[in-house]
């Protein structure tokens, strides 16, 4: 597990990796460090449900949990790969993001759209250093936070916080042109080196495995 970075030494290695031409091992190094984020996430989200404070029915649960489990077996994937997360400790922007229904189903959208577009990103620098075993990853990886995006936009639609249908989209979008964008963005948000509370890899409760299928082909 990696140790924590001053908040000053974090952000400038952030900032480098957005100013540079990629290697694939940054690729995979700030990948990993994005999935460590979801896991953990995700992980307090759900013991907030649990424990009543976080308005989610027996079902939100369950995908909140499958949804979990999917983003920690992309960790794995990346660490047998030779990524190292950038960090394992994160900061909470705002604590009505595990308090208040809305609020939580808005971040989760906005987090699976950033990525969405991260992968798409790094798909494409993966091809121009010839990985194409990456490239598919990369893709596999960003359908799957398509369907959690999807599932997002469905309890938001059910709960009256956002209008239309859940598949709502033809494209994803292009929100990036590097993998550094996207540090940078989970930065300025305050997920990575922020001043709200911290949050430590993997996040509280198990893990729970509930019967996917997780080899990547």
């Known amino acids: 597990m990696g140790m924590p970075l001053h908040n000053a030494a974090l952000a400038a290695m952030v900032q480098a990796s957005a100013q540079q031409c990629e290697s694939v091992q940054q690729i995979i190094d700030i990948a990993a460090t994005a999935e460590a984020l979801a896991v953990t996430a995700l992980g307090g989200a759900i013991a907030e449900a649990q424990a009543g404070r976080l308005a989610l029915d027996a079902e939100q649960i ?39 229904v809305p609020t939580f189903l808005n971040t989760i959208i906005g987090l699976e759209e950033a990525f969405i577009a991260a992968y798409m990103a790094a798909a494409q620098v993966f091809a ?7 490239v598919a990853y990369a893709m596999q990886t960003a359908a799957v ?3 959690h995006r999807a599932h997002a936009r469905f309890y938001a639609i059910r709960a009256g916080v956002v209008e239309g249908v859940p598949n709502n ?8 042109s590097s993998l550094g964008e996207a ?4 930065h300025a948000l305050g997920w990575i080196g922020g001043s709200g509370p911290q949050l430590v890899y993997p996040g ?10 997780s080899a990547v082909a």
């Open 62 to 100: 369950q995908v909140l949990q499958a949804a979990r489990f999917a983003e920690e077996a992309h960790y794995r994937f990346l660490v047998s790969a030779g990524a190292h997360a950038l960090t394992h400790t994160f900061t909470l922007p705002d604590p009505a993001i595990i308090a208040d």
């Open 128 to 134: 121009i250093h010839g990985r194409p075993d990456l």
């Open 145 to 147: 936070e398509g369907d």
């Open 169 to 176: 989209l033809a494209f994803e979008s292009a929100l990036f």
């Open 183 to 186: 540090a940078a963005a989970l």
């Open 204 to 213: 509280p409760g198990e893990i729970i495995d509930p019967g996917m299928l």
